[in-house]
């Protein structure tokens, strides 16, 4: 069983922290596919402290996503503080994850997200600050390294460890691979012997199987899936259902995999409003389709779209096609 701090997840199963993606309607829908946490997607430090209004709005936490891991970046002491201060605070998360995984340069050239690879002194003098300051548990999700040559991986996690912090998030790649190449979960592996708190594993998770062999090669304690789950809540549910009983479950019926995008939307507008969540679906509805036939003519009509009722009656067109193309097809079979 997963248990970070004195939180006890239902299952192993973690949401990524996806940056543009892991808003509160993509986690809610998720969370209701089964994951036994959800991790937000990462916040600013000085957004926090200047409370800029559209980082604030990314605080927003629905109780049904619960638990949660709220994930803050900065590359200075005393703002990370400050912003981890104000969401033990003034927040409903449940724990507070650190990034020093982002590999996007306007990022790393504030020294923060992966750039702290480099120095496990700085993770630890970092990370103990920000565990001294607050209540909920503190974890950290990290890259194995800056690149061959750097990968830190081991000694940053026992940085974390002796720091005071509940758990470390490890994708197997470094900084320099992006989201390119293969994920090294040797090193994963390597880690998990290393500390004693738990080890979420992440990397090259795209099917249930997947998921369970990394539990089994690496050890770790939780598996975290990012991409696979985009526009693919099902890949969450199927991969519990998989580590729980052995059973591979089919991919859902088109159908459903619309009404669930179309129901993602509206969570959307409900969050944002209709203009700003309707251009943001364009991605997820794309990412809804994949594996659709006859998708590619209906993505290049949804990137024109503006309003809901375009986007859903593009959808559930699409869908009326499909099923009176199987409907002929039985019955001339």
Same mark, same amino acid.
């Not at 973690?14 to 998720?30: D, E, I, K, Q």
């Not at 703002?79 to 201060?85: N, P, R, S, W």
């Not at 994963?188 to 539990?215: F, Y």
């Not at 619309?258 to 969050?271: E, N």
């Given at each position: 069983? /997963? ?11 973690? /949401? ?96 923060? +997200? ?35 040559? !750097? ?13 005071? +912090? ?34 979420? +594993? ?61 129901? !993602? ?18 991605? !997820? ?12 003519r209906v993505r290049n009509a949804i990137n024109e779209c503006n309003t809901r009722d375009e986007l859903a009656a593009l959808l559930n067109n699409l869908v009326v096609e499909i099923e009176s193309k199987q409907e002929i097809h039985s019955q001339v079979g």
């Amino acid at each position: 069983m /997963l248990k970070i701090g004195d939180i006890t997840m239902k299952n192993p199963v973690v /949401l990524a922290p996806m940056a543009g993606v892991c808003n509160s309607a993509f986690r809610l829908t998720v969370k209701e596919f089964g994951a036994g946490l959800v991790c937000a997607e990462m916040v600013s430090d000085k957004g926090i402290v200047f409370q800029n209004e559209k980082t604030m709005d990314m605080l927003y936490i629905d109780e049904r996503e619960k638990p949660l891991s709220l994930q803050i970046f900065g590359g200075e002491k005393e703002t990370l503080v400050q912003a981890a201060k104000y969401v033990d605070r003034n927040s409903n998360a449940d724990i507070i994850d650190i990034n020093m995984g982002c590999p996007v340069p306007k990022i790393t050239k504030c020294d923060a +997200g992966a750039k702290w690879l480099l120095d496990p002194n700085k993770i630890y003098e970092m990370v103990s600050a920000v565990v001294d300051a607050v209540e909920k548990p503190v974890t950290v999700k990290m890259r194995i390294g800056w690149d061959e040559d !750097h990968i830190y991986a081991v000694k940053n996690a026992q940085a974390v460890e002796r720091a005071g +912090g509940k758990a470390v998030a490890v994708h197997g790649r470094t900084r320099v691979q992006m989201y390119e190449g293969t994920a090294n979960w040797d090193i994963i592996r390597e880690v998990k012997q290393s500390v004693n708190i738990p080890v979420i +594993g992440n990397g090259d998770v795209q099917t249930p199987q997947d998921a369970k062999r990394m539990l089994d090669e690496t050890g770790v304690d939780g598996v975290m899936i990012g991409r696979a789950a985009l526009g693919n809540p099902w890949m969450i549910y199927r991969t519990v259902n998989y580590l729980e009983t052995g059973e591979l479950m089919d991919e859902p019926p088109v159908r459903e995999k619309i009404d669930v995008c179309i129901l !993602h939307l509206d969570r959307l507008i409900a969050l944002k409003n209709e203009d700003i969540a309707v251009r943001e679906m364009r991605k !997820h509805a794309a990412w809804y389709l994949k594996g659709i036939r006859g998708n590619a003519r209906v993505r290049n009509a949804i990137n024109e779209c503006n309003t809901r009722d375009e986007l859903a009656a593009l959808l559930n067109n699409l869908v009326v096609e499909i099923e009176s193309k199987q409907e002929i097809h039985s019955q001339v079979g």
